[in-house]
């Protein structure tokens, strides 16, 4: 009876070896960059998150404010109720606030304060651009010279005259712009409408109200 022949197994050679060792490197080269793909996904994912939440939270463009805090009567020209003449010189001063609510600062243009007296324009005058800071409040000064003329054309004035006061209405228009993360530009708009009371003896504003409309 024959012996079987039994075969003997063939060696592992070197080279079945290197490709073994190829493949587990590049499998773990894959793995390595499909985790790090992920990674870096969730990543930008938070980050586009906390950026739209801050956009919409803090960094949300509020309003500015501007305040008519007191109005002063330089020359007023009235002396114990009369008329002034033609060529009198007479002035008012208007301290105005711009308050900047924003975490970036608000840079507006010329403002532009007109005066009314029943409905006439008798004074305008444009103020310098300027810039109130983030969170900051900003104040300044404007000085309106009065148009003696055209107050003297009013056929009101004698009998505003007889009260001691004179009604009168400012409008006051700031126009500027907010960037926020120097990739959002709002342009705003700020607009008041005051009324007054000034008294001609002692020159100091009886009463005052102020409305203001805001366009972003």
Not at 111 to 133: C, D, F, N, Q
Not at 138 to 165: A, F
Request: overall charge positive.
């Amino acid at each position: 009876m024959e012996k079987e022949q039994v075969r003997p197994l063939a060696p592992t050679t070197d080279h079945q070896r290197s490709n073994s060792s190829d493949e587990e490197a590049a499998l773990k080269k894959t793995t390595h960059r499909r985790k790090y793909i992920k990674w870096c996904g969730c990543l930008v994912a938070v980050i586009i998150v906390v950026v739209v939440t801050l956009i919409f939270t803090v960094f949300k463009i509020k309003e500015p404010e501007i305040k008519m805090n007191g109005v002063m009567v330089d020359n007023l020209g009235f002396i114990n109720g009369a008329i002034p003449g033609p060529g009198t010189n007479m002035s008012l001063t208007a301290d105005i606030s711009v308050k900047n609510p924003n975490y970036s600062s608000f840079r507006y243009k010329n403002t532009t304060t007109s005066l009314y007296y029943h409905g006439a324009v008798i004074g305008e005058v444009r103020g310098p651009p300027g810039h109130s800071k983030a969170r900051r409040t900003t104040r300044m000064n404007v000085t309106l010279n009065i148009d003696v003329g055209s107050l003297l054309k009013d056929p009101n004035l004698q009998n505003d005259l007889g009260t001691g006061s004179l009604t009168m209405s400012s409008y006051t228009i700031v126009g500027g712009s907010i960037k926020i993360l120097t990739i959002i530009k709002r342009s705003v708009t700020v607009r008041m409408n005051c009324t007054m009371k000034v008294n001609i003896y002692s020159r100091a504003i009886k009463e005052q109200k102020c409305k203001k409309k805001v366009q972003l």
